[in-house]
């Protein structure tokens, strides 16, 4: 069974920092690649950044671009997002989701976690 599992969320000061990990089982790791998406209320969810854990390819949304860092620990079957110079406007439900790199950037991927909770005060 895929076992996707957050952490790291919470509360910070617009320009502070946080660093979520997700934690992932029930399938070999270089198979999938691992996204993060977040939803904000009322709003419709949103791809932040990918990774494929075979060959290291990542993607960035435009507006986290040189704020968020996504990484791979394969040792640990876990990536990781860390997140720079946090603006209120990143405030949301932060999941991460596997499945085939083309799946995590064009559709809908099969696998998602639970979500961690970001707020970023002003």
């Known amino acids: 069974e895929v076992q996707l599992v957050e952490s790291g969320g919470g509360l910070v000061q617009a320009g502070g920092s946080l660093r979520l990990s997700c934690a992932a089982s029930g399938f070999t790791f270089d198979d999938y690649a691992i996204g993060w998406f977040r939803q904000a209320p009322g709003k419709e969810r949103e791809g932040v950044s990918c990774i494929s854990s075979s060959d290291g390819r990542t993607y960035y949304a435009d507006s986290v671009k040189g704020r968020f860092t996504i990484s791979s620990d394969n040792a640990k079957n876990t990536v990781y997002l860390q997140m720079n110079s946090l603006k209120p406007e990143d405030t949301a439900v932060y999941y991460c989701?596997?499945?085939?790199?083309?799946?995590?950037?064009?559709?809908?991927?099969?696998?998602w976690g639970q979500g961690t909770q970001v707020t970023v005060s002003s």
């Open positions: 989701a596997a499945d085939e790199m083309d799946k995590l950037l064009y559709y809908t991927p099969n696998y």
